[in-house]
């Protein structure tokens, strides 16, 4: 009987203040990501129900599995914006990309082939590495991106296996300018037990500048709903981050 009598909890929005994010899969069958356009729409209307205003979304760039050019990109993405604006959806969805760190990019740097920035005043530019092994690459193409005018953003500095003991490595990355985007799944141990430690030293020590979902699908927009409770998302959510300026 008492229950007829509880106050009804009002709906809270499930993200209230990231309401852009900068690192998705959401463009269909162009990586690992969303596989088909219904299952784009379908993660684009999720977000909407998230709270979410603004998504940039960035498809794998890399030389032996994604093979993907502004033009494949832009070319989806034209056609995911038509079917939500016909929806009318309240939201603004772009693209730019995420490189992975092989060959392939270092040759479109040495090239100046102009690269996919999801700012185009500030150039920032998502970029991966392996996730096992260290790339011989890294402080050269920091060097030309920056030399460039690009700023460098790491994708999910806290899951490299071959970082997990040396944030030492990760300070002078981000010293040296390197900017980070953590994963917001990587806060509820989501990845790995040691993700989410790497994640909340990083937090601890102020070096996040972007947060992002990394949604490949469904699932990761389920898990993001339980990870924005933790403790660490809120203190995240407390520190410069830059979603907000894009
Ligand atoms: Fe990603």
Redesign the pocket.
Known sequence: MLSLFKKKKTEQPLVTTIQVDM?S?LLPAIDDGSKSMEQSVALVKTFVEMGYKKLIT?P?IMSDFYKNTPEIIYDKLDKLNDIIKSMQLDIELTAAA?YYLDEGFVNKIEKKEALLTFDENKKYLLF?TSYMNASPYFDSVVFSLQSQGYQPVL?HPERYTYLFDSFEKLKKWYDKGVLFQLNVNSLSGYYSASSKSVAEKLIDNKMVNFVGS?CHGERHLNAMKETIGTTYYKKALKLDLLNHTL
């Open positions: 690192h899969h960035t794998h995420e991966e994708a990394d």
